[in-house]
């Protein structure tokens, strides 16, 4: 239909026909990352909006027009971050030391379906899952996600290491269920 640099200079246009091709074209990938830092679809869905909003008003700033996905994305997780960040203060943080040696994690994630891992990833409470998207998946490293969430280094860590055990037991729970069967 269009290609990518027709879209953008529409978007910076602002007309309506491009906008709603970039969205068309986009929406789905980048719910799934908002799905990753949210409870559920109807937060995932305003985080989606806003960042939508957001790419619109500011996509005269992009400079690589060859990384405009990459641009969205950021923008997604930074959206999603500040939504969340409001939140972190309600749930309790565990220091590192207080976590015990955690089992290796064998599971073989290739038997679980991509909505099964989006459901215990969404599961997790709020700083483990927001510690866990940023490091295992955006692949950020503990500092960096100390700056942006406003906590210390160590509380990133064990918030992780929280993450991981949780969704090791998770996985356990479901390995189990399925061999019963």
Known sequence: MFDEEQVIS??????????????QHFVKRMMVVAMRYTKGTLEAEDVLQESFIKVFDSIDKLKNKGALHAWMKK????????HQRSKLYLYP?????????DAAFDYSLSDFELNDLLDMV???PTGCRVT??????????HREIATMLGISENTSKSQYA???????????????????K
């Not at 529409?10 to 969205?23: N, S």
């Open 93 to 101: 943080m565990v220091d590192v030391e207080s976590l015990g040696n």
């Open 132 to 141: 866990f998207n940023l490091y295992a998946i955006e692949g950020y490293k």
């Open 122 to 124: 969404q599961s997790l």
């Open 75 to 82: 923008i997604v997780v930074n959206t999603a971050l500040s």
């Open 10 to 23: 529409g978007c910076k246009r602002g007309e309506r026909k491009f906008q709603e091709a970039l969205y």
């Open 162 to 180: 929280r993450a991981k055990s949780l969704l090791q037991a998770k996985i356990g729970n479901n390995e189990s269920m399925n061999y019963g």
